[in-house]
C-alpha cells in the first residue's frame, strides 16, 4: 500500500511528534484535535522541536519550513476522509478510543489503515469498533517520538498481514525500527517498565529514598538515561496509572496494582511536566513555557 498521506488524531506530546516525524519524512500530515488552541500549540511546539534540530545542525532552516508546510490542521474528523492511514493519539480511555474508531470507520476511506498509539489497550477490543478489523493495528511510538527508535506493531485478532506489512514499511520509512509483539494488555513495553515505575513510586511512598536519590541509583547503577520517577513524569502521571489498571484488570495480578501515591498525584492534579508539577517540580519550567 503506498501510504502518502497520514491522519492524526491528537495534537498534544505523543500526536505532535507523530507528525513531525512524518511530515519530516515527507509525507502530507492532517493533524487533527477539538480546538484550534490545541492545534495551534502542536504545531508551536513542533515548530520549537524542530528549531532544535536545526540549532544542533541535524536539519537545514529550510527543511524545518517544508517540514512545517506539509502539516494541517483541523478540528473536523471530516478532513481525514482522504487520509491513506490515520494514527489516533488521544487519552488512554478505552470508551473515548472506541468511540473515535467508529467515528473515523465511517469517514475515512475504504481500503484506508486506522491505527492506534495506544499504550495498553487491546488492539482486537478497538477494532471491534469497526467494520474493517483487517486495517485495524497498533502502533505504538516512545517518547519522545522524534528521537526514539522503537516503534511496536500490535496485531489485533482480525488485522491482516498486508495491514502489518504497510505499517512496518511506513515504521522504517520514519526512520523507526519496527518490532511485533502481541495483543496482551501493555504489550511488551509497558508489561515491563510500568512495573519498575510504580515500583519506584513504592520506594518513594514507603520512604526508602528520596526521589532524586531513586532516580540516580537507576541512572548510575543501572546505566539508564533517565530516573524511572523523572520518566513517568515525562509520560503523564495519568498515563501511567492508566496503563497500570489496564495491566492490573487485565492481566488479574496483584504486582501491577497501582501505588496509592501515585493515585493521589493524579487525584491533586499532579500529572508531571505537563501540569508543572508531579513527582518533581516543573513549575519555572512551564511558566516560562507560557511567556
Known amino acids: 500500500m503506498d501510504i502518502k498521506t497520514i491522519g492524526v488524531v491528537g495534537a498534544g506530546q505523543m500526536g505532535g511528534g507523530i507528525a513531525q516525524v512524518a511530515a519530516g519524512a515527507g509525507l502530507q500530515v492532517v493533524l487533527r484535535d477539538l ?108 517518547n519522545p517520538v522524534p528521537l526514539m527508535k522503537l516503534v511496536e506493531v500490535i496485531r489485533g485478532l482480525g488485522t491482516s498481514d498486508a495491514t502489518t506489512r504497510a505499517v512496518c514499511a511506513l515504521a522504517e520509512q520514519l526512520g523507526k525500527t519496527p518490532v511485533e509483539v502481541r495483543d496482551y494488555p501493555g504489550f511488551v513495553s509497558n508489561r515491563v517498565l510500568m512495573p519498575m515505575i510504580n515500583e519506584a513510586v513504592y520506594c518513594l511512598y514507603e520512604g526508602v529514598g528520596t526521589p532524586e536519590a531513586i532516580d540516580t541509583v537507576m541512572k548510575l547503577g543501572m546505566n539508564h538515561p533517565m530516573g524511572p520517577l523523572a520518566l513517568a513524569d515525562l509520560i503523564g502521571l495519568d498515563t501511567c496509572l492508566a496503563i497500570l489498571e489496564v495491566l492490573h484488570q487485565g492481566l488479574g495480578d496483584p504486582k501491577y496494582r497501582p501505588c496509592p501515591l501515585l493515585r493521589k498525584h493524579v487525584e491533586a492534579g499532579w500529572l508531571g511536566r505537563k501540569a508543572g508539577r508531579g513527582f518533581y517540580d516543573y513549575a519555572p519550567e512551564v511558566a516560562g513555557a507560557k511567556r
Open 35 to 142: 480546538t484550534d488552541a490545541f492545534t495551534a500549540k502542536g504545531i508551536a511546539v513542533i515548530g520549537k522541536s524542530l528549531a532544535k534540530f536545526v540549532e544542533k545542525g541535524k536539519l537545514s532552516a529550510e527543511e524545518r519550513e517544508a517540514t512545517l508546510s506539509r502539516i494541517r490542521s483541523t478540528t473536523t474528523l471530516d478532513d481525514l476522509a482522504g487520509c491513506d492511514l490515520v494514527v489516533e493519539a488521544i487519552v488512554e480511555h478505552t470508551e473515548a478510543k472506541l468511540e473515535l474508531f467508529a467515528a473515523l470507520d465511517r469517514i475515512v476511506k475504504p481500503g484506508a489503515i486506522l491505527a492506534s498509539n495506544t499504550s495498553s489497550i487491546s488492539i482486537t477490543r478497538i477494532a471491534a469498533a469497526t467494520r474493517r478489523p483487517g486495517d485495524v493495528i497498533g502502533m505504538h511510538f516512545m
